[in-house]
Each structure stands twice: as structure tokens, then as C-alpha cells.
């Protein structure tokens, strides 16, 4: 048995200082990455031309995911295997479709151009609140979800760390080199999607897990 316990007050910390990083990210970084990124993409024109309109099949990843490690744990359960494997895809199973939601909710809520919004088309750079239903890019949505799945990851097989980290830093490159997001948008995608997945587990676990 390990116990994991990260008292209140260490998450609201971690939590402001993620929000300062943020704003700083928002006020100093985010512009200037994604313009360098553009004027990169449209110098070589077949780069460009295979980064735009990467289809988004993060929904059918999300949905298939999800069932599918369901169906596993009430097999699981049903065969009265309770062990760290049942309990991590318990976890997995409810933070994947949990952390889609959020960023649903946030990218509305947000409204925040996104950055070929910006760059193509034109649209003001701008937070244009509870107005991001076609247009919110803030927090990343594969961000999001990915470091919620990562996370489960990290607190069942902490073994596995150096490669989801290694991962989920990948991917938040390829999120900002494809000027898809901006930076900002990554480091709150990745941010929700680890307190999501936590905070469910310790709801579910009490701060508990069986290895």
C-alpha cells in the first residue's frame, strides 16, 4: 500500500503559480511563438500545406477510450480482479470523458481566438467570454485530455514517468509547432487535465493506492 497525499494548500500554490506562468505566457510568449511558427510553416510550403487541416479525431478517441476500458473493468469486476490495474482504468475510464468535458466548458467559457483564427483568417486576438462554441482554443482539448490520461499513468506506474512525461512534452511541441495552439493554451490544456484526473483520484482512492 502507498499513500500519495498532497495537502490543500500545496494544490492552491501549484495552482497560482500555473496561473502566473499563464498570464505571463498570455501578455509576452503566446503571439510571438505562433507568428515565428507561421512565418516557418509558410516558408516551406509543403510543411505547411500537410499541417493545415489536420482533421480532430479527439472525440472518437475520447469515446472509444472511454468504452472500451469500461467494458475491460466491468469485465474486471465481474471476474473480482481488484487490483491496481482495475483501479487505474476505473480512473482512466471516468477522467478521459471528465477532462473533455472541462475543456468544452473552458473553450467556450474562454471564447479565446485560436491561432489560425488569427493568423489566416484575420479574427482579433481576443478572450470573447461564454462566445467559444466554433472558436475557443484556450485550454488546449488533446492537452487537456492526454495529461489526464498521462496522469493516471503517473499515479498507478510511477515507473512509466520518464516516457509519459517525455510524451505529453511532444505533444504540446507538436500542438505549437503546428500553430494549432498557443503555448499558453498547452500549459492549461496539460494543467487541467492533471488536476482532473487527481483530484478524481483521490476521491476515489482517498489518497490510497494498491500497487
Known sequence: MIKRYAPGY?????SLIVFLI????????????????????RSIKSLHKATDNIPDILPHLVGTGTVLMWV?????????????????LLLSATALPAAYLLKMFFQFTFGRTSTRSWLIEGRPLMFNWFHGINNGCFPSGHMTVFAAFGTAILLYYPKYRQP?????SLLGIALIA??????????????LGAITTYSLWYMFGRGKVKI
Open 10 to 14: 500545496l494544490v492552491i500554490i501549484l
Open 22 to 41: 499563464i498570464i505571463g505566457s498570455i501578455r509576452y510568449v503566446d503571439a510571438r511563438i505562433a507568428v515565428s511558427v507561421m512565418n516557418f510553416l
Open 72 to 88: 475491460i473493468y466491468l469485465y474486471r469486476l465481474h471476474k473480482k480482479k481488484r487490483d491496481a490495474e482495475t483501479q487505474f
Open 178 to 191: 503546428t500553430d494549432y495552439h498557443f503555448l499558453s493554451d498547452v500549459i492549461a490544456g496539460a494543467y
Open 164 to 168: 509519459v512525461l517525455i510524451l505529453l
